[in-house]
């Protein structure tokens, strides 16, 4: 079965600072995608950026960028220039390219809560 | 509006009660999921549903039923809260079979049994 893993549980930045929240995952396929979510407080699930297994290339969506390390699996999400509308739990999540009974919903890390300071 | 909805979005209710909560979404999309999210546990899979009248377990069910008569429709119920039933439960759905289409979360149900 598939694991994923966030060691940080907190993390703070300063306004306009970079920071990089860590993932890491456990699993014995090839290919999947990978995903960051934002939860604000008011609980709404945002997705901020994606990734496919097999494309090396690291995913970019403006602010935010990830670091994706197949062979570590690893897979980080930097954010910079970071705003105070960036402060939320954040949520690793991994999902299985074997799109059949339960492995297609989304395995999710126990998130890492940011907090932006001005 | 078009998207998923949850109802209702915050219920209290007592132990051993009966509670259902339900999910709606406007994009006929196949598959639907329960969430339950708690502290220190992230998102966890109670049911999930590949189409209407295809449900089946997923990580944390016992508590838990789930129907799907319709496509659009995906309710969870409590057949008899407990305490520990007490979480804030998301219905997510998605199109198709691909991996990578965009799983929508619903806003979420506040449920707190007493």
């Known amino acids: 079965a598939q694991t994923v893993t966030q060691s940080q549980p907190e993390m703070s930045v300063q306004e306009a600072e970079t920071v990089t929240l860590s993932c890491t995952y456990d699993?014995?396929?090839?290919?999947?995608?990978l995903f960051w979510y934002k939860q604000p407080p008011s609980r709404q699930m945002i997705l901020v950026i994606r990734?496919?297994?097999?494309?090396?290339q690291n995913a970019t969506e403006n602010r935010f960028s990830v670091n994706f390390q197949k062979a570590a699996k690893s897979f980080s999400l930097k954010i910079s220039d970071s705003q105070l509308g960036d402060a939320a739990m954040y949520f690793c999540?991994?999902?299985?390219?074997?799109?059949?009974?339960?492995?297609?919903?989304?395995?999710f890390g126990k998130g890492t809560k940011l907090s932006v300071k001005p | 509006d078009a998207g998923i909805t949850q109802s209702p979005r915050y219920k209290i209710t007592e132990t051993g009660r009966q509670v259902t909560l339900m999910c709606h979404q406007t994009?006929?999309?196949?598959?639907m999921f329960w969430y339950r999210q708690d502290l220190g546990h992230g998102l966890r899979l109670i049911y999930y549903s590949a189409a209407a009248d295809i449900t089946d377990k997923g990580e944390v069910p016992d508590g838990y039923v789930v129907s799907r008569s319709k496509t659009e429709n995906f309710p969870l119920t409590l057949e008899s809260a407990t305490r520990s039933q007490t979480s804030v439960y998301f219905c997510?759905?998605?199109?198709?079979?691909?991996?990578?289409?965009?799983?929508?979360f619903g806003e979420g149900s506040w449920l707190t049994v007493v």
């Open positions: 699993t014995s396929e090839s290919d999947y995608y």
């Open positions: 994009w006929s999309h196949s598959y």
């Open positions: 990734q496919e297994a097999y494309k090396q």
């Open positions: 997510a759905s998605t199109a198709g079979t691909a991996p990578g289409n965009t799983i929508y």
């Open positions: 999540a991994y999902r299985s390219m074997n799109y059949g009974g339960s492995q297609g919903n989304l395995i």
